[in-house]
């Protein structure tokens, strides 16, 4: 099974924290939800026209440098924008093309993904040390893929939620236990749903979700935090936002009460990358 490791902290830290940007744009409501009329283009225009760069003056406020979980698409459609994430110092990582479920996909489909995601990012000179899968999800290729084109890290999983880990491939069976692969090579920096903005405030009409106070979600990570700094030994938090939802008039100022608060108490903001390169095993 998996493999756990910690993220080594800088002296006077007492946790790292990575802020993962998933800089969608239109492809999530393209790729994820299969909407694409006017309306909802817009709402991903807002994302690149308004909310990245609230994020991107934010950040520099604080020095923070964080990791943009980009697709291809957004880089061919807002190029400028993605530029921009990259001459203000951040990482970018590898983020589908138009955010695809790849566990919809065959062999062949999903490594196309994967190589028009490499060949968008190139083309604003971005070799990515990281992958972070669309919609957090694997199909059984995706592993030995992220192996195969030489990625550091990934992103997608949930196994843990303090701590990176090295994951196995898992064999599903029905009628026996599950068999698990040798641990991968590849650093797995857990996610989670519950410290993700856009479950909570982003509505997609007919899914019954969103809209809820922003409270319940800056709340829910500060809850999560604490826990990490009074009962972990060197966590790692990981926090995922989108420039189209955490970008709104009433979120940003939320997110940077949370940065102030998580600074206080000892938090090392890095990038993915930065926090790849701390890992250790024992």
Wanted: proline share 5%.
């Amino acid at each position: 099974m998996q493999v756990n490791g910690k993220v080594r902290l800088p002296e006077g830290k007492k946790i790292s924290v990575n802020i993962g940007v998933d800089f969608d744009a239109h492809s999530v409501w393209m790729g994820a939800f299969k909407l694409t009329t006017p309306a909802y283009m817009n709402r991903g225009e807002f994302g690149a026209e308004v909310g990245a760069p609230r994020l991107l003056k934010l950040f520099e406020k604080y020095n923070i440098k964080t990791t943009w979980c980009i697709p291809g698409h957004t880089v061919d459609t807002f190029t400028e924008r993605c530029k921009e994430v990259v001459s203000k110092g951040h990482e970018v990582a590898h983020h589908g093309y138009a955010h695809e479920n790849v566990s919809e996909l065959s062999l062949e489909e999903e490594e196309k993904v994967m190589k028009l995601g490499l060949e968008a990012l190139e083309r604003i000179g971005v070799k990515p040390r990281g992958y972070r899968s669309p919609a957090w999800d694997y199909s059984p290729n995706t592993l030995s893929l992220i192996e195969k084109y030489g990625f550091d890290y990934d992103s997608s999983l949930m196994a843990n939620d303090l701590h990176p880990y090295r994951p196995c491939a898992i064999e599903v069976n029905q009628k026996k236990a599950n068999e698990y692969s040798e641990p991968s090579k590849v650093t797995e920096f857990p996610v989670s749903w519950y410290l993700d903005d856009f479950p909570t405030q982003e509505l997609v009409l007919g899914s019954g979700g969103g809209l809820t106070s922003a409270d319940v979600f800056f709340d829910r990570c500060k809850a999560t935090f604490d826990y990490a700094i009074e009962n972990e030994e060197e966590p790692s938090f990981i926090l995922t936002v989108h420039p189209q939802t955490i970008g709104r008039a009433h979120m940003i100022p939320k997110l940077e009460e949370l940065i102030q608060y998580m600074e206080e108490r000892g938090a090392w903001f890095a990038s993915l990358s930065e926090m790849y390169d701390a890992y250790y095993e024992q």
